[in-house]
C-alpha cells in the first residue's frame, strides 16, 4: 500500500491490525502479535492505544513476540527495546507481563534463554508480525549475510546499524556490538508480514527489498517468499519503485 504520508499509513496498519484482533476476540479466540522497534511503528502503537482507551481494541486475550533486543542492555536502560515497548505500548494496554516476550540474553545463561525464546516461537502462531526496515535492507536485526534458514540467535550488529541507531543512546560507542534476533525463518512462519517504510533514507531498501533478487545481501528480499507480506510505504520511501 502506497500512503501519502507515514500518518496515513500507519492508520492503514493500526487499523488492520484492530480489525484482526477484534475478529479474533469476538469468536473468543486469542491473538498473537509480533512486533517490532525503531521510530517505524511509533505512530501505529499510538493508534492502537488510542483504539484500546475507546473500548475499541480488547487486548485480553493478546500474547505479544517482540524480534529482537540488544545484548547486554537490562529491560530499565532507556534504549533496550524492553524499554522502548513499554513506554510506547505495554504500559498504556491491559496485557500481563506472562504474555509480553522480548528476547533477553543475561549473562551466563544467553544460550538456554535463546533456546526458551526460540520454543515458545514456534509453538505459538503469530496472527501478524510487524516489521520495519533498516536502510541496509535488514529486518529485525538480521543484517546482511543472515540466511534464509536462520532461527533465533545473537548476532554482531553492522557499524551502518550501530550508527544509524546511535541516536538513541549518548555517543555511538555506547551501542551495543550484539544482539539477539528472531531469525529470517522464524518471521516467514507468522500468518501475515507487515512491513512498513516511511520517508526517503527507506527508498533504496524499499526497492532492493521489493524489486530485487532474493538474496541474504538484502534480508528483507526474503520476504518476497512469504504469500502474505504487506508493505505499507509513503511517498518518498516509495519513490525509487
Ligand atoms: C533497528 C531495529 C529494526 C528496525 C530498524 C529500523 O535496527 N532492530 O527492527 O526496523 O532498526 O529503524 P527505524 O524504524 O528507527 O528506522
Known sequence: ?????????????????????QDNYQKGQSSVLGLATGSTPLIVYKNLVT???N??????????????EYLGLAANHPASYAFFMYQNLFQYLDI?????????????KTDESIAE???LLGQTQRDIQLL????????AFNEPGSPATSRTRLVKLDESTRIANSRYFESPEQVPEHAITMGIADILESKINIIMAWGEGKAEAVKRAITGPISSDCPAS???QHNKTIWFIDQKAGKML
Not at 96 to 108: L, M, N, T
Open 96 to 108: 500481563s507481563d506472562e504474555r509480553i516476550h522480548i528476547p533477553s540474553a543475561p549473562p551466563k
Open 117 to 119: 525464546y526460540q520454543q
Open 132 to 139: 520495519g526496515l533498516g536502510k541496509n535492507g535488514h529486518i
Open 51 to 53: 483504539a484500546f482507551q
Open 55 to 68: 473500548g475499541a481494541l480488547s487486548t485480553q486475550n493478546l500474547t505479544t513476540f517482540n524480534l529482537d
Open 222 to 224: 526474503f520476504l518476497q
Open 1 to 21: 500500500f502506497f500512503a501519502d504520508t507515514k500518518e496515513a499509513g500507519s492508520l492503514l496498519v493500526s487499523e488492520f491490525i484492530v480489525k484482526t484482533l
